[in-house]
């Protein structure tokens, strides 16, 4: 009698409350159900960050359901990790918990002893994996703007493991757990050898996540990310970098031939428009055929809504530029100053060099009307939805704004080549454009 109350008393202080043989089985089948799902998170992220020819996956329903870009932004990850990773983490870990002690009779294994009260820390997991959960769905609804369904489905297993693992014994069963599991680690700590080897572990932990978060290595996307904002700088700088004057840009006699449709007024034209100057100038064999679709009603009789007022304008300016020899010159001034009243417009047109008084009797011209119509023309026959897009010899338009890394790799597959010495000429466009800010912030002190 006496040893079966030893007994009981040793089993009380090793176990603050228990959970029935049912809740464990349904435990154990959202484990299953999260470590599936998770193998499948981290199969659509390496497919959206690794490889660029890889297949929509089924999550990608519409713009708004969409696993896909939701794995290609920054909050796809946690110090460098990707979150489908850090799940399969935390479902492993649980998983070892639930069968702690069965574990810690192997003599490899022994040290899972510490572990006095598993049912709490897996209610404690539970807990916080939802909390976090909540943040990234809030993330997801309010920032990104896009919902990954797969995510979603982790978000409730988290909350159906907390559920399932809580102490229901007491009113305040969710505080006794989280008390339970700090004074189990405490209490754990105070084994020697248990400490160290919990040093140890935070140590390689912390040099672990230091590597992968300044290197980025489990997620390219955020150095893509990062080589991208560059551009918004230049753009928000008010400067192209990359800019050149004249008629062509690129190799006129090209294979590669480039039609890039754009907006003077799209917000993020502008971006790329720095972009296409900076990839065409490190490739040969390209032409760029830039072709105005301004989404304007004044010009553009297909729209059933104005959203671009003024393009039109801008638009027959750039065109009329061309005939003294500088369109480009012109287009990446409007890119750069945003004109909106004519006056800036004609600022820009005289910082070109321009004839003002030619250019102003050149956008009345019927060729210039007819060259904007069968700009706007030939992006209707490709079915464009907006700008900015490209069409690679004539083939399907790809929408939206690529990355420079992206937009190179297209080119180079298509039949252009790496020019010799590209990093060097970037490298001194780079500093140009540096020292330009340089001067510039001396001037304002």
């Known amino acids: 009698m006496e040893n079966e109350q030893n007994v009981t008393a040793e089993t009380q202080n090793t176990e603050t409350y228990t959970i029935s043989k049912k809740r464990r089985i349904w435990i154990l089948v959202l484990l299953v159900l999260g470590f599936i799902a998770t193998i499948d998170l981290a199969h659509v992220y390496i497919n959206s960050n690794f490889l660029e020819e890889a297949k929509p996956s089924f999550c990608a329903i519409n713009e708004f359901v969409d696993c896909d870009a939701v794995a290609a932004t920054p909050e796809s990850q946690m ?27 192997y003599k490899f294994l022994k040290f899972l002893e510490v572990f006095k009260n ?27 703007k896009k919902l990954c369904i797969v995510c979603c489905i982790t978000y409730v297993i988290n909350l ?87 008629n062509v840009l690129g190799d006129k006699n090209g294979t590669v031939k480039v039609e890039v449709f754009s907006d003077f007024r799209c917000p993020i034209c502008p971006v790329y428009n720095i972009i296409i ?63 909106v009243i004519d006056f800036d417009i004609w600022a820009a047109a005289l910082n070109q060099g321009l004839d003002l008084e030619k250019l102003k009797k050149d956008i009345q011209s019927p060729d210039v009307e007819k060259e904007l119509q069968d700009d706007i023309n030939r992006g209707l026959s490709l079915r464009l939805r907006g700008t900015p897009a490209i069409s690679i010899n004539g083939g399907e338009p790809q929408m939206g704004l690529l990355p420079d890394f992206k937009l190179k790799r297209l080119l180079i597959k298509s039949g252009a080549k790496e020019k010799a010495g590209v990093n060097s000429k970037t490298d001194k466009n780079t500093k140009k454009s540096n020292e330009k800010k340089d001067k510039a912030n001396d001037s304002k002190k």
């Open 277 to 339: 100057h900076k990839v065409v100038g490190e490739l040969d064999n390209v032409e760029i055929i830039d072709r105005q679709y301004p989404l304007d009603t004044e010009c553009n009789k297909y729209l059933s809504q104005q959203m671009h007022p003024n393009a039109c304008l801008l638009a027959k300016y750039a065109i009329a530029a061309k005939k003294q020899g500088n369109y480009w010159g012109l287009a990446s001034e409007f890119f750069a100053k945003k004109p």
């Open 160 to 246: 159906g493991i907390a559920l399932l693992a809580m102490d229901y014994s007491s009113k305040f069963g969710w505080l006794k757990i989280f008390k339970t599991s700090f004074m189990d680690f405490v209490s754990a700590l105070k084994n020697k050898a248990y400490l160290i080897a919990f040093i140890v572990v935070m140590l390689c932990t912390a040099g672990v996540l230091t590597y992968t978060t300044k290197t980025n290595v489990l997620a390219p996307h955020l150095n893509r990310i990062k080589d991208l904002q560059q551009y918004f700088k230049y753009n928000e700088d008010h400067e192209n970098p990359y800019a050149i004057k004249g």
């Open 79 to 105: 110090f460098g990790v990707p979150n489908a990773l850090w799940g399969m983490l935390l479902y492993i870990f649980i998983l070892m918990l639930m069968y702690v002690k069965k574990l810690s009779q």
């Open 118 to 144: 598993p049912n709490a820390y897996i209610a404690s997991l539970g807990i916080i994996s939802f909390v976090i959960s909540m943040w990234l769905l809030f993330v997801s609804l309010f920032l990104i």
